[in-house]
């Protein structure tokens, strides 16, 4: 069974950044897609931005040319840089990882608890 731990959570100004981190450790054999999803009271849960393995790279359209997802595969860290933030950002961020585990080497989703994210004045 994995762990994801979340950092870099937080309040920001419109227009400001913030950077998102996610690990993941415990008996692993390697992860596929890692990626981000977010909810915001009273919507529903989306897609943030999700990166394979090989680091091919797929946004929402909302996010496309603000958020950069990137992953340190020695790490097994997936990263998320928000930039030009902006108020309708505010949301619950979630990690998410792809693991095939170490034992049985069969692939299963793992979750993060996630991190709140409030872009205000």
């Known amino acids: 069974q994995v762990q994801l731990v979340e950092s870099g959570g937080g309040l920001v100004q419109p227009g400001g950044s913030l950077r998102l981190s996610c690990a993941a450790s415990g008996s692993i054999f390697g992860i596929n897609v890692m990626g981000w999803y977010r909810q915001a009271p009273g919507k529903e849960r989306e897609l943030v931005a999700a990166v394979t393995s090989s680091g091919r790279a797929n946004y929402a359209d909302s996010m496309k040319g603000r958020f950069t997802v990137s992953r340190d595969n020695t790490k097994n860290t997936v990263y998320l840089q928000m930039n030009s933030l902006k108020p309708e950002d505010t949301a619950v961020y979630y990690c998410?990882?792809?693991?095939?585990?170490?034992?049985?080497?069969?692939?299963?989703?793992?979750w993060g608890q996630g991190t709140q994210v409030t872009v205000s004045s």
């Open positions: 998410n990882a792809q693991i095939i585990g170490g034992w049985g080497r069969y692939e299963y989703d793992a």
